[in-house]
């Protein structure tokens, strides 16, 4: 089976600034973005792994305390990959864990040995899990 999928996302995250020893409090980082992927399944299987790949790109927007931290807004590229997914009659259950691979980030200030609040911004990947639920017609 082949299949092309559209995703949006987006995020508000808090910075929880006083474990570091800074002032700042509310929404630091909101992001939104999305991306393209198609899809080949293996084998016609109820519980089908498949493999996903894609393109996609999210635009983050962070507050003054933020970079003031070392955070920046801006676009990131990404591909993401993985899947496996399982049917029951006409319901689709997809259960996917999959890897965001990035070829940029201007979220973190960085590179190889370099921090923000203490945390390593060497490796900007994104690991996610996902749980979707659909029909077939």
């Known amino acids: 089976m082949f299949g092309i ?40 299987w109820a519980v089908q792994p498949f493999v996903l790949a894609g393109v996609g ?12 931290a070392g955070f920046s807004s801006g676009w990131a590229g990404y591909i993401p990959l993985g899947g496996i997914r399982g049917q029951i009659h006409n319901v689709t259950i997809d259960i996917r864990g999959a890897y965001d691979l990035p070829f940029s980030d201007s979220l973190s200030p960085g590179g190889s040995g370099q921090n923000t609040l203490g945390l390593s911004t060497g490796n900007y990947g994104r690991w996610n899990a996902t749980l979707n639920v659909g029909g077939t017609f």
Do not use: K, M
Not at 10 to 38: C, E, K, P, Y
Not at 57 to 68: C, F, I, K, T
């Open 5 to 44: 999928e559209f995703v949006y996302s987006g995020a508000l995250n808090s910075i929880n600034f006083g474990n570091f020893g800074l002032s700042g409090n509310g929404i630091d980082i909101v992001r939104n973005g999305g991306h393209a992927d198609v899809t080949f399944a293996i084998g016609p």
């Open 57 to 68: 790109a999210n635009y983050s927007s962070v507050s003054d305390a933020a970079q003031a």
